[in-house]
Every structure is written in structure tokens, then in C-alpha cells.
């Protein structure tokens, strides 16, 4: 059984899935951290997010594998876990940058082809429902409004001790939609089998329920 979550950034799909799949007993594939995992091999190689060539036979170099511990995903880049260095700003930007390259993609997503192949998968990302898993059972798009999603945001680094500027995140998500919504390959959009739930003004348990109810 595979579940497909696709969404624009902040909508709220990693928290979504992972209680779904703690409720089912499936496992929780976050390829958002894949490509996060290859942009920061990209930023420690000094890689430019534009030098094509270098991000082509780059990515050849960096082995990227993903193994459970305790439950949660951890993202092993060339035998290092790097899972608590991939939630920045920068590295978020970097792989919506890197995520344009055909190379990267084909290589993330036979991994994740794989990982569902073998496991009940609740997996998230942008090109799930239509490139990477078209025949999952459930396919849901999950999205809210950019000020909402800014917010959310705002709250979790405010959380964090920082001091952000609001207006600059919301800025910063509009010009990573446009970005993941256009490229050429794989851009992020609801697949045509998809369910659409704006989160907006829904809670999470609201969410998850919405969810868990579209299953066979
Ligand atoms: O979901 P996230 O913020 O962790 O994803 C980081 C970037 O990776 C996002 O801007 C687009 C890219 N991405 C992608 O192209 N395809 C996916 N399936 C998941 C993420």
C-alpha cells in the first residue's frame, strides 16, 4: 500500500505523513531530505546551483541511502548521517535549486521506486502522485495559502529562539513555489487522480483523518 503526498513547501505534508504512518505502521519517506541530502554534497564541493556540468557528474560521486532508526528516517550521504544538517534555509534553497537537474532526479527517484516496492510507504515530495509513485492507492495534494504557510514558519523559528523577518519567508516560499511549480522536469502539481486539501484552516488531526479516510 503506498500513499503519495505531494505539496508546495510548508503545507505541512512531513508532519501529515509521519503521523499516518505511526498511525498505519508504514514507513515515512521524506524525499524532500534526499534532495537536501545531494545540495549539501553540492554546497560542501563548492558547486555553484547553476554550474550544470558540475552538478551532472557531481551527484555521480555522492551515494545517498536512507535507514530507520527508531522509527525515523535518517539520510546517509557517502557513509555519514547527515540528517540534523539538512532542515536550514540554505540547503532548502540549494536543493530547490539542484532538484532542476535530470540527473539528480533520475537517481533520487529510483531510490524511492525501490523503497516503496518492498514497504507500505506514506512518502512526500513534489513529483510523487505523478512521476515517482503514479500507481500509489492514495494520492493526495496538500497545500495552504503562502501567508499561512509563512507563518507556520515564522512560529517554528520564533520557537527556535530567532528573530525572522516574516515578510522576507513569505517572499522566499513565493519564489520556491514558482520555482518548483515551473521547472522543466517533474515540476510540483496536483496529480489528476489526486484528493486537493487546503490545510489553511484545518487542524493536523483534521488532516490526518481526511487523509486516512480516502484509503481502500
Ligand atoms: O520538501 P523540502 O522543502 O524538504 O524539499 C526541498 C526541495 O527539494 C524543494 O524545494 C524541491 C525539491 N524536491 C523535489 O524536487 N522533489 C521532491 N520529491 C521533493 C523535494
Not at 31 to 41: E, P, V
Not at 125 to 152: C, M, N, Q, W
Amino acid at each position: 500500500m503506498n500513499i503519495a503526498i505531494d505539496g508546495p513547501a510548508g503545507a505541512g505534508k512531513s508532519t501529515i505523513a509521519k503521523r499516518i504512518a505511526k498511525k498505519l505502521g508504514y514507513i515515512y519517506v521524506d524525499t524532500g531530505a534526499m534532495y537536501r541530502a545531494m545540495a549539501l554534497y553540492f554546497i560542501r564541493s563548492g558547486v555553484g546551483a547553476d554550474d550544470t556540468a558540475a552538478i551532472d557528474s557531481g551527484c555521480e560521486n555522492a551515494d545517498i541511502s536512507i535507514e530507520y532508526r527508531n522509527g525515523e528516517q535518517a539520510v546517509i550521504l557517502n557513509g555519514e548521517d547527515v540528517t540534523g544538517l539538512l532542515r536550514t534555509e540554505e540547503v532548502g534553497n540549494m536543493a530547490s535549486a539542484t532538484s532542476v537537474n535530470g540527473n539528480v532526479r533520475k537517481k533520487l527517484v529510483q531510490l524511492q521506486q525501490k523503497l516503496a516496492a518492498t514497504n507500505d510507504v506514506v512518502m512526500d515530495g513534489r513529483d510523487i502522485g505523478t512521476v515517482v509513485l503514479p500507481g500509489a492507492e492514495v494520492k493526495v495534494f496538500l497545500t495552504a495559502s503562502s501567508a499561512v504557510r509563512a507563518k507556520r514558519r515564522y512560529d517554528e523559528l520564533v520557537a527556535k529562539g530567532e528573530t525572522p523577518d516574516i515578510t522576507k519567508i513569505e517572499a522566499d516560499i513565493r519564489e520556491r513555489d514558482e520555482r518548483d511549480m515551473t521547472r522543466e522536469i517533474s515540476p510540483l502539481r496536483q496529480a489528476e487522480d489526486a484528493t486537493l486539501i487546503d490545510s489553511s484552516y484545518m487542524t493536523i488531526d483534521e488532516v490526518v483523518d481526511a487523509v486516512v479516510d480516502l484509503l481502500p
